[in-house]
């Protein structure tokens, strides 16, 4: 139901099949907000575990697939969830979603410690040379790889 349901989105013309570019919504849903949407929904539906439509803190923290023992981990999807909580109410709904799902809310943070480590005199904007000093400062953070991803990605 759900591999059919993004096929569909992906068929943007609806000729029952998918072209290059259509393809790429399949794989990269954050490129088509529609299929976006849906894997918003579908990662909802997943943790939903009380059926509201809404996540609160402890489904968020339930339903991911990753280690749950480690202290860190924990704290970080705490922090996450609260950022996504953009109407402040303690739950998600499918539109704050969005942003886990596209990966956004990690670019966002990846952009705020770059910014913070590299804007020396605070003026919201970064100069080569900004860039140059920070290096080392950036080495092997998460704006680092961000960074690394986004020249691969762009072609840079």
Do not use: C
């Not at 399949?26 to 990662?43: Q, S, V």
């Not at 059926?51 to 489904?59: A, F, H, P, R, V």
């Not at 596209?102 to 770059?114: K, N, V």
């Amino acid at each position: 139901e759900q591999e059919r349901s993004k096929f569909l989105v992906a068929d943007s013309n609806g000729d029952g099949a998918v072209d290059r570019e259509e393809m790429t919504a399949l794989f990269y849903p954050e490129t088509n907000p529609g299929a976006l949407r849906l894997a918003a929904l579908h990662a909802l539906q997943r943790r939903d575990l009380d059926g509201d439509g809404q996540l609160s803190l402890n489904e968020f923290l339930e339903g991911d697939d990753t280690a749950q023992d480690e202290e860190l981990e924990k704290e970080g999807e705490e922090m996450d969830f609260k950022a996504l909580d953009k109407n402040g109410n303690g739950m998600l709904d499918v539109e704050e979603m969005e942003s886990w799902e596209s990966g956004f809310i990690e670019i966002d943070a990846a952009l705020r410690t770059l910014f913070h480590v590299a804007d020396v005199d605070k003026d919201g904007l970064l100069t080569a040379q900004e860039l140059i000093d920070a290096r080392e400062l950036l080495a092997g953070s998460d704006a680092h790889y961000q960074m690394i991803g986004w020249t691969e990605h762009e072609e840079l």
